[in-house]
């Protein structure tokens, strides 16, 4: 006699990307997930800005804003997709760099109630030893 056995899996999250054009063609250096279309279209939308009202050369504006948009997008594609919202991840480290505090990766914050919410893994050994200034 034989058992069903089901097996459930977690959902994976698959990026969505644009890889062709509207005639059918190929995306040159694509295909792009959606953060690096929207960071393309605002830095584009800055670099048209920027060169209307800077008083520098709007060529050299131009250009250089086209090419740090272009290392924006490229940076883009280079960020691994793991499964957790850029906005989250942008969120956290912005974070770690604003408060030089331990903060958890559930967001909420570390203080001396926490105790009681907090789950024991294992207990290690640390050795101190004396400064090498004091000897």
Wanted: aromatic fraction near 6%.
């Amino acid at each position: 006699m034989s058992d069903v056995v089901k097996v459930f899996t977690p959902i994976k999250r698959v990026p969505t990307v644009i890889g062709k054009s509207q005639n059918g063609q190929k995306l040159p250096f694509g295909p792009y997930t959606l953060p690096q279309v929207a960071a393309g279209m605002a830095g584009l939308l800055l670099t048209g800005i920027g060169t209307m009202t800077l008083p520098a050369n709007p060529a050299v504006t131009f250009g250089i804003g086209t090419a740090v948009t272009v290392l924006i997008v490229f940076a883009g594609g280079l960020v691994p997709y793991t499964g957790v919202r850029l906005s989250s991840r942008i969120w956290w480290i912005g974070r770690l760099l604003v408060l030089r505090r331990p903060v958890s990766a559930s967001g909420m914050p570390i203080g001396s109630d926490s105790a009681e919410q907090t789950t024991f893994i294992e207990e290690s050994v640390v050795l101190l030893l004396p400064d090498a200034k004091a000897a």
